[in-house]
């Protein structure tokens, strides 16, 4: 099995997830979710490998959660799903699936523990934030 990302190229933590990822040496597979779109299934899968619900994977800022009313916590998983699907840009990112596990990489440096191999160090965020040292090993 090699690395899955669901990947939205604007994001910053995404775009980080990437590099992270190129740079242990792996190519992985990059699903464009925001142009090929999810299916009940494959969100339902994701959320059961990642202990995510609907409501946990939301993405609430720079989305249309708010104006579609779903930050009422009286919407239920159904109907939040069910938005996800006709906006894929509802779900958080990035989701990295590797033969590790599956996770939402959000900081970026979670996906670290999905690799077999640490990226060479120093390795730096897109901010500058320092992600891994000289010596290789992630900063704690």
């Known amino acids: 099995m090699s690395i899955v990302i669901h990947h939205n190229p604007d994001c910053g933590t995404s775009r980080n997830v990437l590099a992270i990822i190129k740079?242990?040496?792996?190519?992985?597979?990059?699903?464009?979710?925001?142009?090929?779109g999810?299916?009940?299934?494959?969100?339902?899968?994701?959320?059961?490998?990642?202990?995510?619900?609907p409501?946990?994977?939301l993405r609430t800022t720079k989305s249309p959660a708010e104006e579609l009313g779903l930050l009422d916590l009286a919407v239920d998983d159904e109907t939040l799903l069910a938005a996800?699907?006709?906006?894929?840009?509802?779900?958080?990112?990035?989701?990295?699936?590797?033969p590790r596990g599956v996770?939402?990489?959000r900081p970026s440096e979670t996906v670290l523990d999905l690799l077999d191999r640490l990226p060479p160090g120093p390795m730096w965020k897109e901010d500058g934030t320092l992600l891994i040292d000289t010596e290789g090993g992630p900063l704690d």
């Open 103 to 105: 996770r939402l990489c």
């Open 23 to 36: 740079a242990s040496g792996e190519t992985p597979v990059v699903i464009e979710y925001l142009q090929t």
């Open 84 to 98: 996800m699907l006709r906006h894929p840009i509802l779900v958080n990112r990035p989701i990295v699936c590797s």
């Open 38 to 53: 999810w299916t009940r299934a494959q969100l339902l899968a994701l959320f059961a490998a990642t202990g995510l619900t």
């Open 55 to 57: 409501r946990t994977a």
